[in-house]
């Protein structure tokens, strides 16, 4: 018993000196993954976005209606390659009409041809508008620009003839009448239990 105890020592003391190299080991390796996941590349800085403006005009050209649109930056120069979207200004939104991109040229200008079916207003107004949107090279920004190039667009209306959606007054002539008749109807089957009834009582006294 007395031999055990000293060899139970000795096999302890060894074991944990074997250990302690290789936790040590496995601590540092851990560190040194834990530091490296931390350290990130930085990402390349973006380009700083060019501020722009846009004007238009209206120019007819051949027989066709076009809108030119013109792109300058801060100091006038032209915008080359900036892509345009044209639209419609609607009661609900805008309606867009052109080719899906429309980059400037050298000159910093997109031409867009009119279209000769769009619907507007009783004078045949309407506003185009030309926009950059989600540019990597350039600021947002929008123009617009009202032209007398839409179909003028007549509305009549329908509040004074006769109809379901009108007013109690030009309501249809047979919705009047069937509803006079069901409410005529229903007096006529009261007056007829009101006369029922007074029979009643005139022969129960006899």
């Not at 139970?8 to 060894?14: C, D, I, M, N, P």
């Not at 006769?162 to 249809?172: C, I, Q």
């Amino acid at each position: 018993m007395s031999l055990a105890i000293p060899l139970l020592r000795t096999v302890s003391s060894f074991r944990c000196s074997t250990y302690k190299p290789i936790g040590s080991f496995l601590s540092l390796l851990f560190c040194v993954m834990i530091g490296t996941a931390g350290v990130q590349a930085e990402p390349d800085a973006a380009p700083a976005q060019k501020t722009v403006t846009i004007s238009l005009q209206q120019r007819e050209q051949d027989s066709a209606k076009q809108i030119v649109a013109t792109v300058v930056d801060e100091s006038g120069a032209p915008a080359v390659g900036a892509e345009l979207k044209f639209y419609l200004k609607r009661h609900f939104g805008k309606l867009p009409f052109g080719p899906d991109v429309n980059p400037t040229d050298e000159h910093g200008q997109a031409v867009v041809d009119f279209p000769s079916d769009i619907p507007a207003d009783t004078a045949g107004n309407c506003v185009v508008i030309a926009s950059i949107e989600d540019s990597d090279a350039f600021e947002d920004c929008d123009a617009s620009l009202s032209v007398h190039w839409g179909t003028p667009t007549h509305l009549s209306s329908q509040m004074n003839e006769r109809a379901l959606w009108a007013a109690r007054a030009n309501a249809p002539w047979l919705m009047v009448l069937l509803i006079n008749a069901m409410i005529a109807g229903v007096w006529l089957t009261i007056v007829y239990v009101i006369v029922q009834i007074f029979k009643i009582k005139r022969i129960g006294k006899v």
